[in-house]
């Protein structure tokens, strides 16, 4: 069983930025896709951003040039660098680990989830 637990939100203003992080607990890192999504109320859950085992990275078109996602597979760990927040960005985020092969932004590819973590961007 894997467990996800994210940290790192909080409230900053726009132009602003934060660094999500992810830890994973559980079974060997590398064997999973790594996503960051994020939910805005009334809104569905999207893409923010993804990386492979390989270190491939793949990101929404809304958040590109802003944001950067990584991972230190020794520490378990995945990590979101947001940037040049927007009042937009506002959402909650989540962590999601799956298997490879379908589309990244797909939520069913994803099987396990973090609880999530809040951001929100405002003056």
């Known amino acids: 069983q894997l467990q996800l637990v994210e940290s790192g939100g909080g409230a900053v203003q726009p132009g602003g930025s934060l660094r999500l992080s992810c830890e994973l607990l559980?079974?060997?890192?590398?064997?999973?896709?790594m996503g960051w999504f994020r939910q805005a109320p009334g809104k569905e859950r999207e893409g923010v951003a993804a990386?492979?085992?390989?270190?491939?990275?793949t990101y929404g078109d809304s958040v590109k040039g802003r944001f950067t996602i990584s991972q230190e597979i020794a520490e378990k760990t995945l990590y979101l660098q947001l940037n040049s927040l927007k009042p937009d960005d506002t959402a909650i985020y989540y962590c999601?680990?799956?298997?490879?092969?379908?589309?990244?932004?797909?939520?069913?590819?994803?099987?396990?989830w973090g609880q999530g973590t809040q951001v929100t961007v405002s003056s």
């Open positions: 990386i492979d085992h390989d270190g491939n990275t």
């Open positions: 999601a680990a799956g298997a490879s092969g379908g589309r990244w932004d797909d939520v069913s590819q994803y099987k396990y």
């Open positions: 559980g079974r060997t890192y590398g064997r999973y896709c």
